[in-house]
């Protein structure tokens, strides 16, 4: 059995035997969505009450340094099950966003780094290849960046994905071009967007290593970044979205100028989450803008 029926297998068997996941999976089917046109691309938004717990995360150090790990197999709900891959362990998201929502932490409690297993990123793509696998880096919608994990999810739901494909000839600027890899960057896209797409693991892993060590320059610490990954037609496609700023000045505004939005890889990909109904129902095309500016480099 391959291994997307098996995690399959493991979200239906979830949705069975957890209230919690069971709870929030079937919410997803009432979630308000409206959408916003800019031209040739929509950014959507979504009312999605049960995702405060990210949303809302304090992911400073001393919150982080006194909490148990969520994603630690000790401190985990004892409903939660979960699928062996090599260090790393999938487990369903009983906080969804997607469809089908993973997350997929390694065994070993270290930092959400992605420098040293953005290999792993590409080898998750490649058996989950029903899906995308996606990274937040620790400041930019990790809501555990103490604990190394990636999270994957139905690969059509993300904007980015789709809008890649029918955009490519009119808005993206070839980089590099090699025999295996080709390195592109959207364009006119109202947020910076880096593509590799790559036929072999090291071209794929030294255009992302060059796209990182540019983003990084003189820091010695990680590039404020978010990743999705998929492979199809024997191709990774990865995207690589810089990032400037965390959460925009809106975040912690008062009264009707705040919005709960905290952008992580699902906003960057055109898919803006608000747990807040009245958020929700107040945010404008002119909000987005303003919050893509702050945050996308």
């Given at each position: 059995?391959?291994?997307?029926?098996?995690?399959?297998?493991?979200?239906?068997?979830?949705?069975?035997?957890?209230?919690?996941?069971?709870?929030?999976?079937a919410g997803l089917k009432t979630v308000q969505?409206?959408?916003?046109?800019?031209?040739?691309?929509?950014?959507?938004?979504?009312?999605?009450?049960?995702?405060?717990?990210?949303?809302?995360?304090?992911?400073?150090?001393?919150?982080?340094?006194?909490?148990?790990?969520?994603?630690?197999?000790?401190?985990?709900?004892?409903?939660?099950?979960?699928?062996?891959?090599?260090?790393?362990?999938?487990?369903?998201?009983?906080?969804?966003?997607?469809?089908?929502?993973?997350?997929?932490?390694?065994?070993?409690?270290?930092?959400?780094?992605?420098?040293?297993?953005?290999?792993?990123?590409?080898?998750?793509?490649?058996?989950?290849?029903?899906?995308?696998?996606?990274?937040?880096?620790?400041?930019?919608?990790?809501?555990?960046?103490?604990?190394?994990?990636?999270?994957?999810?139905?690969?059509?739901?993300?904007?980015?994905?789709?809008?890649?494909?029918?955009?490519?000839?009119?808005?993206?600027?070839?980089?590099?071009?090699?025999?295996?890899?080709?390195?592109?960057?959207?364009?006119?896209?109202?947020?910076?967007?880096?593509?590799?797409?790559?036929?072999?693991?090291?071209?794929?892993?030294?255009?992302?290593?060059?796209?990182?060590?540019?983003?990084?320059g003189e820091e010695s610490v990680e590039p404020?970044?978010?990743?999705?990954?998929?492979?199809?037609?024997?191709?990774?496609?990865?995207?690589?979205?810089?990032?400037?700023?965390?959460?925009?000045?809106?975040?912690?505004?008062?009264?009707?100028?705040?919005?709960?939005?905290?952008?992580?890889?699902?906003?960057?990909?055109?898919?803006?989450?608000?747990?807040?109904?009245?958020?929700?129902?107040?945010?404008?095309?002119?909000?987005?803008?303003?919050?893509?500016?702050?945050?996308?480099?």
């Amino acid at each position: 059995m391959n291994l997307n029926t098996q995690i399959k297998n493991l979200l239906k068997s979830q949705i069975g035997d957890w209230e919690l996941a069971s709870t929030n999976f079937a919410g997803l089917k009432t979630v308000q969505t409206k959408s916003f046109n800019f031209g040739d691309f929509d950014v959507n938004v979504q009312f999605n009450p049960a995702r405060i717990v990210s949303s809302g995360a304090k992911v400073d150090a001393k919150t982080i340094a006194e909490r148990k790990c969520f994603l630690c197999t000790a401190n985990r709900p004892v409903e939660q099950k979960a699928l062996e891959f090599g260090d790393y362990e999938i487990l369903v998201n009983p906080f969804p966003i997607f469809p089908e929502h993973f997350t997929i932490p390694r065994k070993a409690h270290v930092p959400q780094q992605i420098s040293a297993f953005f290999p792993d990123m590409l080898d998750l793509a490649k058996a989950l290849d029903d899906y995308l696998v996606f990274y937040n880096g620790p400041y930019c919608g990790a809501s555990a960046p103490d604990h190394m994990h990636f999270q994957a999810g139905t690969k059509d739901f993300l904007p980015l994905v789709n809008d890649y494909k029918r955009l490519k000839q009119t808005h993206t600027d070839l980089l590099v071009t090699t025999e295996k890899m080709q390195l592109l960057q959207m364009k006119n896209y109202m947020r910076t967007v880096y593509c590799i797409e790559s036929m072999d693991v090291e071209s794929a892993k030294d255009s992302f290593e060059k796209l990182y060590f540019h983003f990084q320059g003189e820091e010695s610490v990680e590039p404020l970044m978010n990743i999705v990954c998929l492979f199809e037609n024997n191709k990774w496609y990865v995207f690589v979205h810089p990032r400037k700023a965390f959460r925009p000045w809106q975040y912690t505004a008062e009264g009707d100028k705040q919005f709960l939005v905290s952008p992580a890889t699902v906003e960057m990909c055109g898919i803006f989450i608000t747990p807040i109904e009245a958020h929700f129902e107040r945010i404008t095309k002119k909000d987005i803008e303003s919050i893509f500016e702050q945050v996308s480099y």
